[in-house]
């Protein structure tokens, strides 16, 4: 019977229901499974919670072993069924790209067998696989994959949002700084379910400066707060130190020995002797706690704005890249490049498997030898902020484009990655005619996503007056006139929420949040959001692990003080969502300026050798976080009515399996039914799930029911549903199937004593 939410009913037994307890937990492996063999090397996996697409390099969004993680084995009561990978593939349904491996949940029987995890497992993620397998890390063995989805598709009523929370400042900490004009990044930096572990477990960060008055360039203090609820994770003190606020921040686990990801920040502490005024900025590298970990002060020539991580030579080592600046994780000065920009790509442009550091007129391999350069009299930009993607869509090898976005002359360009070879521009971004008393120049940085729903993707940049898509060729698609004579240099992103193939456009300029159809431009959304503008964005990631997508939406209102409709304006973080829960999901990451999906694994730590993104559709894109549609699918199985406790009680119990593609959210409530003879059901009692059950992993719930008199030495026949509309549904819940949610029956009965 499906069980769809409803409005909730009161049963006689509902308010006098005992209270849930949990006895087992363990994970979920297919006896004709268990045998498959681990290879040294494979190509890795587009994934989530240790299953994946292969795409070839790294990891993306594994959770569990990591580049530079050891392995802790655990041992697991449990073991069943199809533990499927973690998969979003929109653009792929129907085919299987050459090394792609596509799994999801299966409703198929199948046997159960109770394992224990060996002492020394053959296989630790799944690039110790075969193609067709992945590794079952609760066992540590290579198991075969179901190719099946399981995904849930919301219903698409129109773009409407809810703010689910905002922070507008600390009351106790600093409540003075509380204005926000730069992009908040998201990671795990806390062990919020107490596993001893920071993983995708649990609840992500969102890290941020703030300042006071006007002091947007000086004087930030950093700050972190939980994804879920706005609440302070740190500081919980004076900092002791100041940050840029208008520079961004990187979050990556750059050193093994500190548990957790590092944050990267820009630190300002001396003045700046060839800027009056200003204060000079050197890379601050902050422990997950938020207390200093390395300062960089004594290396000169710094420029720091916005730090990016990578493994460039894939060393198992990961380095921190600063304009001209190449740091190891230690923060020791690893090498100067001879020259660069504030910004750049760190992509693999070749056939070697290291990065390559990318500016807008040259690009450098890892240890500082040039790639290309563009000569003098070429066309092209000597500064640009910079993206990178296939815009041609030509899949597996394919050669990328370097976008750059050149402020000074609000043109936008797109040459050959790889040679530097000029491909087509310049396109202008500024409507026809335009002209303002302090001229008409801007253009921020450059977004490249699918806006649409044709095969290649296409670029999106703001500048002064208007917000401008070109396709993949440099032909404008369409404008929308906005509002932003300050900076002109503000970011967008592009997702599609509704998993209708037509992605939606956000864009924030000096007074409103707007929202875009991705296909022709058309208004969705526009609401009061002011900020004085640098170069900041909101961004889209599941910021409080429901997998759900939410927006995370920054601004700040020292310089416009009330909306246009005469209302005050606001500052600070805002956390939207959909009213219902109906996004789809998104990774639980979005971890740097120059962010593209593979750059980054979801537990914040960095691939050794990462993918080119721009090989696949699903991550043929720059600064955009990738849409996701798997979901769980919880089942009851193995119910017992236990009569140890009898006269006082039925010890009656359950195990609720994941048995989909997605983590399931904790406290899902398991209701309990006696059945009579005629089938009619009785509600008993309740239970609730206590943690968050990734793909394959089950969790035994129970309840006491007490006995009454009249049903003593009477056999007793219960049921157990999960999320029950009648009684206390988790209404935002989403799984794929829910025609399996009910168990089979259990009978026993209570004896009297007499």
Request: glycine content about 10%; aromatic content about 8%.
């Amino acid at each position: 019977m499906p069980h769809a939410p409803q409005p909730q009913q009161t049963s006689k037994y509902e308010d006098n229901s005992p209270e849930s307890s949990v006895s087992s937990a363990g994970a979920i492996v297919p006896l004709s499974s268990r045998k498959a063999h681990p290879k040294n090397k494979i190509n890795s996996a587009v994934c989530r919670f240790q299953r994946a697409m292969e795409v070839g390099g790294a990891d993306i969004a594994s959770n569990d072993h990591m580049a530079r993680r050891e392995h802790n084995p655990r041992t697991h009561v449990g073991a069943h069924r199809h533990a499927p990978f973690r998969l979003s593939l929109p653009l792929l349904a129907g085919s299987l790209l050459a090394g792609l491996t596509m799994v999801s949940c299966s409703s198929s029987p199948a046997a159960v067998e109770r394992v224990a995890m060996p002492e020394e497992p053959s296989c630790t993620s799944n690039k110790d696989c075969d193609p067709g397998f992945y590794c079952e890390t609760s066992v540590g063995e290579c198991l075969s994959a179901v190719l099946e989805r399981c995904e849930y598709r919301p219903l698409t009523d129109g773009f409407r949002i809810r703010e689910e929370w905002a922070w507008s400042q600390d009351a106790e900490v600093l409540p003075e700084y509380n204005q926000i004009m730069m992009t908040p990044m998201v990671a795990n930096l806390t062990d919020d379910n107490g596993d001893g572990e920071i993983n995708a477990d649990d609840v992500p960060d969102v890290v941020f400066h703030t300042f006071t008055g006007f002091n947007y360039l000086t004087d930030g203090v950093i700050r972190a707060v939980s994804g879920d609820s706005g609440a302070r994770v740190w500081p919980a003190a004076e900092p002791g130190f100041r940050t840029n606020p208008g520079s961004h921040i990187a979050i990556a686990d750059v050193d093994p020995a500190s548990p957790g990801p590092e944050v990267m920040a820009c630190e300002v502490w001396a003045p700046n002797p060839a800027m009056p005024g200003a204060t000079q900025g050197a890379l601050v590298i902050l422990k997950a706690d938020g207390s200093v970990l390395h300062r960089t002060r004594e290396v000169t020539g710094q420029n720091c704005f916005a730090p990016s991580v990578a493994d460039l030579d894939g060393d198992g080592n990961p380095e921190i890249v600063d304009g001209r600046k190449i740091f190891r994780g230690d923060g020791t000065e690893l090498r100067s490049l001879p020259a660069g920009a504030s910004t750049s790509a760190l992509v693999n442009i070749d056939d070697d498997e290291d990065l390559e550091i990318i500016f807008s007129d040259r690009a450098y391999n890892h240890d500082g030898s040039l790639v290309w350069e563009r000569a003098a009299g070429e066309p092209g930009p000597v500064r640009g902020i910079v993206a990178i993607a296939d815009l041609d869509a030509t899949g597996d090898g394919a050669e990328p484009e370097l976008i750059v976005m050149d402020g000074s002359t609000h043109s936008l360009w797109a040459f050959d990655a790889g040679t530097g070879a000029h491909r087509w521009g310049p396109s202008d971004i500024n409507p026809a005619g335009v002209s303002h008393e302090k001229g008409i120049h801007g253009g921020g940085p450059p977004l490249i996503a699918n806006f649409d729903d044709d095969p290649n993707p296409e670029i999106g940049v703001a500048g002064g007056f208007a917000y401008t898509v070109f396709g993949h060729d440099g032909a404008r698609q369409w404008l929308k006139n906005t509002n932003d004579l300050s900076s002109r240099g503000t970011g967008s992103s592009v997702f599609d929420f509704e998993g209708d193939g037509v992605a939606e456009v956000l864009y924030n300029d000096e007074l409103n949040f707007h929202v875009y159809k991705g296909l022709d431009g058309a208004d969705l959304l526009k609401q009061c959001n002011t900020s004085g503008t640098l170069s900041e964005f909101p961004i889209v990631v599941d910021v409080d692990n429901d997998a759900r997508a939410e927006v995370v939406l920054m601004g700040n209102n020292y310089g416009n003080q009330s909306c246009a409709d005469g209302n005050p304006s606001g500052n600070g973080i805002r956390v939207l969502g959909h009213p219902e829960g109906e996004w789809v999901g998104s990774r639980r990451i979005y971890n740097q300026f120059s962010y593209h999906v593979t750059n980054i694994n979801e537990d914040g730590t960095v691939p050794k050798r990462e993918d080119p993104h721009y090989r696949l559709p699903l991550t043929n894109s720059f600064r955009q976080n990738i849409a996701l549609f798997d979901v769980p699918d919880l089942i009851a199985e193995d119910i017992e009515v236990g009569t140890g406790m009898c006269p006082e009680h039925l010890d009656v119990s359950v195990n609720i399996i994941n048995r989909g593609a997605a983590v399931s959210a904790p406290n899902v409530p398991v209701s309990f039914f006696i059945v009579g003879d005629d089938n009619t059901r009785t509600f008993a009692g309740q239970g609730k799930t206590s943690k968050r059950l990734k793909p394959g992993e089950f969790e035994r719930v129970s309840f006491a029911y007490p006995v009454p008199e009249e049903q003593l030495d009477a056999e007793l026949r219960f049921i157990a549903a999960i999320n029950h509309p009648d009684h206390e549904p988790l209404t935002e819940f989403r799984e794929c199937h829910t025609d399996n949610n009910d168990s089979d029956t259990a009978a026993n009965e209570c004896k009297a004593l007499f």
